[in-house]
């Protein structure tokens, strides 16, 4: 008989729903679990823990009483606060860095320092912890500049400033107004980059690293990259601005020195280190490091890769992933994020989605992943977040896949759906020129 392995999954987004399904297309008899969870993942057979939980070690106590072999945590924040640590010292196995390594996200000016003082490649950057030192740096260097707040601040922590005037009143904000609280007590400002933007994931145990297929995020509301910065709109992989020598450097330059740079400072890395890369002109540079899968990139680059998900991720957290197959399918993935209307600002929740059963029995390359969903007294799926689901597609071309992308999305409905229709079509322009390029050889 095979023996069962029990998983735990964090979060519930559709990061989380996606590394379900991920696990879910391996043969191996799994029982799973997700804490909180979603409406959708609960339907692919996940038991959502419904005990009253309230912390870190509430849950690990769970975990242990009731015989989890593996932890997969989603989201930044109990990464940041340690529940990797917490895990361990139950002797339960979990995928993700400890405290100490979660600081590559978790404090900005720790990722700036570590960067600078192993030569990984970014913006230049000073830190500051008083209003007047900052402003005194922003007179002596102008603007265009950046302004970070070091602490987690739910992906809102980076201001883009065009002038000096806006630059200042952001200090002003985050100084005297305090409006990202205990985040902003220390500040970094750097340097402008100018480029594309792409997320390099790597799946890594601290040594051996296997970097998934590039992906790149839709950041704005609106189409052309318009209007205010969402959570993320949409992504899609391979992104082919990451063509084969650019990411020989950012592995030579960047992944290859940051996991040793970590290990040698005694914080070893383990779990997946997202890389936030722009390549400019004069290189890929790092623009931010998080400790976890980013959302909703996730969507779009797990459905690529067919290895055993369940084998990857324990791997990584027991240290040998060295010896697991790594397999990822030739083609694209296109994930389209539907929102509710209102979305980044207010938006109203509660209205009854349709179509999504219909899809799945329909299409083999669709997979629809869960984000802001709940159930109604009646038990009918409605909206409940700003994001509301995700639809990835996969197909051999990149064309196609958004094509299957776009057909799911027609057929899902609830009011005020929104969404962007320009997801992967950076990609279709970049694979258009790389081959005029190619024939003019
Ligand atoms: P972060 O919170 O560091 O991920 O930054 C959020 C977004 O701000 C990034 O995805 C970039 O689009 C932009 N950004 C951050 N730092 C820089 C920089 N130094 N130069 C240009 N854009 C940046
Ligand atoms: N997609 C951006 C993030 O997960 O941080």
């Not at 480029?195 to 609106?222: C, M, W």
């Not at 991720?313 to 694209?332: I, M, Q, R, T």
């Not at 989605?353 to 799945?360: K, L």
Request: charged share 25%; hydrophobic share 40%; proline share 4%.
């Amino acid at each position: 008989m095979d023996f069962m392995n029990s998983v735990l999954i964090i979060g519930n987004g559709g990061r989380e729903h996606a590394i379900l399904k991920a696990l879910l297309r391996s043969d191996r008899p799994l029982c799973l679990f997700a804490f909180p969870g979603n409406p959708g993942m609960e339907q692919d057979g996940c038991m959502l823990v419904d005990k009253k939980i309230n912390s870190i070690s509430d849950l690990a106590e769970w975990a242990h009483n009731n015989g989890i072999d593996l932890t997969i945590v989603g989201p930044e924040a109990p990464l940041v606060e340690g529940i990797v640590d917490a895990f361990k010292e139950k002797g339960l196995t979990i995928f993700g860095p400890t405290k100490s390594a979660a600081r590559i996200e978790g404090s900005k000016a720790f990722a700036k320092e570590l960067m600078k003082k192993y030569s990984i490649p970014t913006a230049s950057h000073s830190v500051f912890i008083d209003k007047k030192s900052a402003v005194d740096y922003l007179h002596q260097h102008g603007a265009p500049i950046v302004i970070k707040v070091s602490g987690l601040a739910a992906g809102k922590g980076a201001v883009v400033c065009d002038s000096i005037e806006i630059a200042e009143n952001t200090l002003i904000d985050i100084f005297d107004n305090k409006s990202f609280g205990e985040a902003g007590n220390t500040v970094i400002l750097e340097e402008k980059m100018v480029g594309e933007e792409a997320s390099v994931f790597v799946l890594t145990d601290g040594r051996n690293y296997k970097i998934l297929p590039v992906s790149q995020d839709h950041k704005a509301i609106n189409d052309g990259d318009k209007g205010p910065n969402t959570g993320g709109m949409g992504a899609y992989a391979p992104a082919p601005i990451m063509d084969k020598a650019m990411l020989e450097k950012v592995e030579n330059q960047i992944i290859k020195p940051v996991l040793n740079a970590m290990e040698t400072e005694g914080c070893r890395y383990q779990g997946l280190l997202y890389c936030g890369i722009m390549i400019t002109s004069e290189g890929p540079k790092v623009v931010e490091f998080n400790c976890r899968f980013g959302d909703p990139e996730t969507q779009a680059v797990l459905p690529l890769v067919n290895s055993d998900w369940y084998e990857l991720f324990h791997s990584c957290a027991a240290g040998k992933l060295e010896k697991v197959d790594w397999n990822v399918k030739p083609g694209y993935c296109v994930s389209v994020i539907l929102a509710s209307r209102g979305y980044p600002g207010k938006y109203e929740k509660g209205k009854v989605i349709t179509g999504i059963e219909e899809i799945e029995q329909d299409r083999e390359n669709v997979d629809i992943y869960h984000s802001g969903t709940a159930l109604d007294r009646e038990e009918r799926l409605i909206t409940n977040g700003g994001r509301v689901l995700a639809v990835s597609a996969w197909a051999d071309g990149l064309l196609e896949a958004i094509d299957a992308a776009y057909e799911g999305v027609t057929d899902i409905n609830f009011e005020g759906k929104t969404y962007r229709g320009d997801i992967g079509s950076k990609g279709v322009s970049r694979l258009k020129l790389q081959r005029e390029e190619n024939i003019a050889l």
